[in-house]
C-alpha cells in the first residue's frame, strides 16, 4: 500500500503561481510511476501530468502548455506540480496519484494508489 497526502493548494490571482507537492508513505515510492490529475466542479477528471519512476521522462496534458512542471524527489518521497502562469480554468480538485504498471499511464482506471486532493482556486 502507498498513502498520499496532497499539500500547497489554495487560492491565487490568475498570472500566479502555486506548487503542489504530493507525500508518500508506505511501500518504496521510487517504484511507483505517478501522475497528477485534476477534477473540477461538473467535469470529470483528467490527467495533468505524469513522471516515471525515475523522473526520465514526463507525460503533460495540452492545456498545460508549458505552464506546469511534474518533477519528483524519491529522497524525499515527494512528487511536485509546478504550477505557473494559472487561468480561472485551472480552477479543480488536484489529486495526486501512483501506480505500479509499467510506462507513463495516463487513465484514470491505471492508478492505484490516490491522495484526497487538494483545492486551487484561481480568481480574477
Known amino acids: 500500500q502507498v498513502q498520499l497526502v496532497e499539500s500547497g493548494g489554495g487560492l491565487v490571482q490568475a498570472g500566479g503561481s502555486l506548487r503542489l507537492s504530493c507525500a508518500a508513505s508506505g511501500r518504496t515510492f521510487a517504484n511507483y510511476d505517478a501522475g497528477w490529475f485534476r477534477q473540477a466542479p461538473g467535469l470529470e477528471r483528467e490527467l495533468v501530468a505524469a513522471i516515471r519512476w525515475n523522473g526520465g521522462d514526463m507525460y503533460y496534458a495540452a492545456f498545460t502548455k508549458g505552464r506546469f512542471t511534474i518533477s519528483r524527489d524519491n529522497a524525499k518521497n515527494t512528487v511536485y506540480l509546478q504550477m505557473n502562469s494559472l487561468k480561472l480554468e485551472d480552477t479543480a480538485i488536484y489529486y495526486c496519484?501512483?501506480?505500479?504498471?509499467?510506462?507513463?499511464?495516463?487513465?484514470?482506471?491505471?492508478?492505484?494508489?490516490w491522495g484526497q486532493g487538494t483545492q486551487v482556486t484561481v480568481s480574477s
Open positions: 496519484a501512483a501506480t505500479r504498471a509499467i510506462g507513463l499511464i495516463t487513465t484514470i482506471s491505471g492508478y492505484d494508489y
